[in-house]
């Protein structure tokens, strides 16, 4: 099939199929969370040009002894005027966690117009208008963490505050005191985990999917700026 040219039809691209990065396994850690280069596609024509890198969202990936990979913002530079429609998902519910490994956090997608307004994009939508020069951020959701937080290597929890992947106020979620540097206090790290461990129930979930559905629908426009759900109700 050829597609038509953009001077002779409206340009319509598809965004969606983004690599979303995984939840920690019993074994290994999601390593795909550095930043890489766009693999966005579009059609017809030159209609979407990929801002260059994809940067990750650091604390996004869900904490773990294996860590969750961040979500990544991916921008979209548009050439054209035409429509989009995006397919992706987690915008309401989190990423759980598996085994004491925390949720990841939600995606989120926003246009930048042109005309200096914003507009919040719902994870699902089509034929939503674009003019030459706008800017989407289709900011992927993280994955779950998997396993105790607290049996993560603190080291490794600092070299990934050095890299980005983490912040100081994240490396917390590990029960890792760490500088900017990702230079890590050990003292204050055993104090810590010892502390957070004495405040802790002593069976750690096997699932975390975050707070209460009744919370999150109840924050969604807060939190979101979409409003929440309405659950289907039968046809008359």
Not at 214 to 232: Q, S
Request: aromatic residues 6%; proline residues 8%; negative net charge.
């Amino acid at each position: 099939m050829r597609w038509p040219s953009a001077a002779t039809a409206v340009n319509r691209a598809l965004l969606g199929g983004e690599v979303v990065l995984g939840c920690g396994m019993p074994d290994a850690d999601v390593t795909g969370d550095r930043p890489q280069a766009y693999l966005g596609r579009t059609r017809p024509g030159d209609g979407v040009h990929g801002c260059g890198q994809q940067p990750t969202v650091a604390d996004t990936g869900g904490a773990g002894k294996h860590r969750g990979g961040n979500g990544v913002d991916v921008a979209y530079r548009f050439l054209n005027d035409g429509e989009i429609a995006i397919h992706d998902d987690r915008w309401l519910t989190y990423p759980w966690g598996v085994l004491g490994g925390e949720p990841g956090a939600r995606g989120s997608k926003w246009l930048e117009r042109a005309d200096g307004t914003r507009e919040v994009l719902p994870s699902k939508c089509h034929d939503v208008p674009v003019k030459k020069g706008d800017l989407l951020h289709f900011v992927t959701w993280g994955g779950g963490g998997w396993g105790d937080p607290l049996e993560r290597d603190p080291d490794l929890v600092g070299l990934e505050v050095l890299q980005g992947l983490v912040t100081v106020d994240g490396a917390r979620r590990y029960g890792v005191v760490s500088d900017e540097e990702g230079s890590v206090d050990a003292d204050a790290t055993a104090t810590m985990r010892d502390d957070l461990r004495a405040d802790r129930d002593d069976e750690l979930p096997v699932f975390d999917m975050g707070p209460p559905m009744e919370e999150i629908l109840a924050n969604a426009m807060e939190e979101t700026g979409l409003p929440a759900p309405k659950p289907p109700v039968p046809a008359p």
